[in-house]
């Protein structure tokens, strides 16, 4: 069995992979002033309430853009599962499918990504990651990730609308059923939905207008199933890409 496990700012997803196929996958969130101790105590937990064991745990591989959080975790294998894991560094990205233009600059979360959605759809294709922050990264004709675009997440911008306003709530994203909002929470969801859906579309297609060419393209994130709907440039629909990336890198590591 395989651990993956992503960390990102908001949420840590993990997930257990055997022969090729995810049992679980969990996300829990993120908490730079948490102890090794409590999240040792979470991640047990969750081993034990899915039945589980931790010996026939061979492999866990590790993505991070917290970085005071790697030494926890990486104490926390150790520890429990007795597992060196493998990090997500600049030192693996020379055996990867792709190549990585900027690799100390690029977060390992979207070389994960990348990495899954080039061995699934090949060259010219973007991942859109909608997660602390949306992202767009684009493969082209070659097999290298020719860029990244970044803007603040669904939920980051949320918050900020939320905690600068003094009458504007933390609301529930989910498509309002106008875009005429009739009240405050129905206002807030017809900006934030669509407007996002459109920024998503207008990226992509300024994209494909600079590389002269249609892309594949495939969103993960949590709030994707939400968004992708509402757009008329995304395909697919993965939310286990990145996951899926780490474990295909975790194979190419051990490669010789």
Known sequence: ??????????????????????????????????????????????????????TSIKKIVVSSVVP???????????RLLEIRPILISHELYQKLPVKILNPHEIGTDLVANAVAAFTRFGNNTMVVDFGTALTFTTIGANAE?????????LVTAMSSLAGNTAQLPFVHLEEPPSVLGDNTIHAIQSGIMYGYSGLADKIIEKTEQELQTKLNVVA?????????????????IDKMLTLEGLKIIGEIADQK
């Open 68 to 78: 005071t959080l790697v030494a926890p975790f990486t104490k926390i294998f150790n």
């Open 145 to 153: 990730i020719k860029g990244v675009a970044i803007a603040p997440g």
């Open 1 to 54: 069995m395989l651990l993956a496990v992503d960390i990102g700012n908001t949420n840590i997803v993990m997930g257990i992979n055997d022969s090729g196929k995810w049992l679980y996958h969990w996300r829990i969130h993120t908490d730079s002033k948490k102890t090794a101790d409590e999240y040792e105590i979470i991640i047990n937990s969750l081993l034990l309430n899915g039945k589980i064991c931790k």
């Open 220 to 236: 993960t994130g949590g709030l994707s199933s939400e968004i992708v709907p509402l757009t008329s440039k995304i395909q697919h």
